[in-house]
């Protein structure tokens, strides 16, 4: 999929993320956050002046969240994504009020929505993981010039097809049909069982 249509998948399909910001000490805070908007240029949620989120993404506009769906764990599809806030005021509040006609239960009114503030996440980057595919499925996206930040584990030139790993490998994602083996990244489930194994080392973790 593309980058809007996870985008898309957040706010629809999820819609209630765990959101994760730091205090004054610098310590992770996290609260449940809805996600109220999404377009090309990002995702939007909002939160009242007078709460402490407020007051932390206002000095530190830095966030982090994760959302799944799912009946159960083998089911469940989740989205992780980090990235840079920035306030747009009620710029977009009716239009939220509009698609998310519950928050007019806790906002019955023009004046009790006063305090209330629209946040943009306009640079990030995410990844998608699908527990319910075999093997497991993920995808790395970005937008707004956000940089991928996840790292993943690579067979190096020391390898020589003793295909220990293979043989480990949870998910069968590794490939030994050639003289280097290989991991399908998008198969990975990242579990380091392959570098552990490895006798000569030739298996680390990078950042792409």
Same mark, same amino acid.
């Given at each position: 999929m593309n980058t809007e249509k996870y985008l898309q998948m957040i706010q629809q399909d999820i819609h209630s993320v765990v959101f994760a910001t730091t205090d004054e000490n610098h310590y992770p805070v996290t609260c449940v956050i809805d996600i109220m908007l999404s377009d090309r240029d990002g995702l939007y949620f909002l939160t009242a %002046?007078? %709460?402490?989120? $407020?007051? =932390?993404? %206002?000095? =530190?506009? *830095? *966030?982090?969240? &994760?959302?799944?769906?799912?009946?159960? &764990?083998l089911s469940c599809k989740s989205i992780t994504l980090r990235g840079e806030v920035r306030e747009i005021g009620q710029k977009r509040l009716s239009e939220i009020f509009e698609k998310n006609p519950y928050m007019k239960a806790i906002y019955p009114t023009g004046e009790s929505r006063m305090a209330l503030t629209v946040f943009h996440i306009y640079r990030g980057s995410g990844e998608y993981f699908d527990l319910s595919r075999k093997p497991v499925y993920r995808e790395q996206f970005s937008f707004g010039g956000g940089q991928n930040h996840a790292s $993943?584990?690579?067979? &190096?030139?020391?390898?020589n097809s003793c295909k220990r790993c293979a043989k480990i490998c949870p998910q069968n994602c590794i490939d030994v049909s050639s003289h280097t083996a %290989? *991991?399908?990244q998008k198969h990975c489930l990242h579990c380091g069982n392959c570098k552990e194994i490895c006798p000569l080392q030739a298996i680390e973790r990078r950042t792409l």
């Open positions: %002046k007078g %709460k402490n989120l $407020y007051e =932390r993404l %206002k000095n =530190r506009p *830095i *966030i982090s969240f &994760t959302g799944m769906k799912g009946a159960d &764990t $993943y584990f690579f067979v &190096t030139d020391k390898c %290989k *991991i399908q």
